[in-house]
């Protein structure tokens, strides 16, 4: 232990290392490696936003706005919602966040006692444990089968229901693996939730990645509304991730809650990215469906090179910007996997391992490079010994 990290809380001490965020590092340092780690679109963002928010930025939106968010911009989020996603929500339920990682945060800070239990759905978005141990809750993780389409069963999760058990988190369309739950799933959890008097945290990032069908949000199941949070991000749909801007929907009390304990965090987002925000949501229609198409077309094309592969397996893309790749035949380990194609072929990506136990056996692909891209990192994974044609 060297001088410093002495300082350092015990909690801090214990985590683990993300593999997600070390395998993205790594590969930056690499001029020629082909980059699947990090589910951050490689679009500029499109030029009527950045027009937007640079033309309210000069006119003096440059202050702080309401703790909640700016009121203009919380009625066309309730508006867009209402118009998308048939839910409606008034001003006093929505809070816009610094990202919807940030608003997770905050609303594991706002509902968790010491002990309190979460269940997370395995394979996970890879942040999820952190931010409820650091609200002093215990992520309990549910196990998913490649059998199942990675979805989750009734008896996987009441096997692990307690009488500590508060709140469930969804993910659909799922980030790592970009399976869509479908209305039996959605029906099924809201079920228990409701049996269980549980708290309902909706991850709904990847909206206009359903290929399968409209969205659907499990708010919209009967008695959901009222015990659902919903978190967004304009981070995919629009291209904007590093604006860092989201927002949460959900019932006032909760809302308002949040926002006291953001006071002393960020107080308000940067009012600069709100605005860009509400440009993004006044040119959905025009921005988002080239985006959709474009994703679709690279994890079309990414899953026909897989198919072309050897001891690689994954079936037709579903949802999200990622494609899940089953390595099991290789013998090896997720992270050996990785390894060997950053030091054999320069292709990075993210063991499974990292998003939870289920995803042992894949990797997991961000479509955020060209469809040449692509083509060309399997054309070098099928010159190695062990994917070799």
Known sequence: MSDFERFLADHVKARKENLMSTAGDAALAIPDMINFTLGDPDLTTDRRILDAMYADTVAGKTHYTETLGEPEVREAICAHTAKHYGLDYSIEDCMITTSANHGMWLIMQTILNPGDEVLIIEPYFTPYPDQITMAQGVPVCVPTRAEDGFLPTRAAIEAVLSERTRAIIVNSP????GAVWDDTTLEMVASIAVERDLIVLAD??????????????IATMPNMRERTVILHSFSKNYCMAGFR???LLGPAPLMNAARDINENVVFSAPTPCQRAALAALRHHDEVCPPIR????DRLTVAAEEVGRTPKMHTPPPSGAIYLWVDIRETGMSSTEV????????????VPGIAFGASGEGFIRLAVTISENDIRAAFARIRATELFRD
């Open 174 to 177: 799922t980030n790592p693996t």
């Open 204 to 217: 709904d990032i990847y909206t206009i990645y359903d290929f399968a069908r409209p969205f659907r949000s």
């Open 245 to 247: 801007i989201g927002y």
């Open 293 to 296: 198409q474009m994703f679709l």
């Open 338 to 349: 990785a390894d060997y194609l950053f030091d054999n072929a320069h292709v990075a990506v």
